[in-house]
């Protein structure tokens, strides 16, 4: 079930559509419903796609192609590192093994504490900043040293 704040912002994402559009704001509202709940289970699917009257499969279908939506249960904190050509060729690799190994847990593994979650990410379109991770696909870090990521942890923590 929906939360009526969720709706609510649903609601507003609506209004920048024609009524008789209403599957353009499925993006915005898998984002919605995710920022709230953490992640989208097959029932907030569900009922999503019940709320803007359209098919549950249209829905899945947006909701599994982007990997910014995520289909079980993350950390508090999701780190997604982009891997991609401009952030290898600046050392993403040096930063996903230290990741790795100070959050002992390998891409899309949630810590034993609940609190992080590491995702390899498709390019973010920041590639003047990389290597660079986001932090609930909200916040962004670039110019990635190991030593900035430990700071990162440490205000995360």
């Given at each position: 079930m929906l939360s009526q704040a969720s709706i609510d912002k649903i609601d507003y994402e609506l209004t920048k559509y024609p009524a008789d559009k209403r599957l353009a704001a499925v993006m915005s509202a898998l984002r919605i419903v995710q920022t709230e709940l953490g992640w989208l289970s097959k029932e907030s699917i569900s009922d999503i796609a019940?709320?803007?009257?359209?098919?549950?499969?249209?829905?899945?279908?947006?909701?599994t192609f982007y990997n910014m939506y995520d289909l079980q249960p993350v950390g508090k904190y999701k780190i997604s590192i982009c891997t991609n050509i401009s952030c290898m060729l600046r050392d993403s690799d040096v930063?996903?093994?230290?990741?790795?190994?100070?959050?002992?847990?390998?891409?899309?593994?949630?810590?034993?504490?609940?609190?992080?979650?590491?995702?390899?990410?498709?390019?973010?379109g920041a590639c003047g900043g990389a290597p660079l991770i986001a932090v609930n696909n909200h916040i962004m870090h670039e110019f990635l040293t190991p030593e900035k990521v430990d700071a990162i942890l440490q205000e995360l923590k």
């Open positions: 019940k709320y803007l009257g359209v098919p549950d499969i249209a829905v899945l279908e947006v909701a930063i996903v093994e230290h990741l790795q190994t100070k959050l002992g847990v390998g891409f899309n593994e949630v810590t034993a504490d609940g609190k992080f979650c590491l995702k390899e990410a498709e390019c973010m």
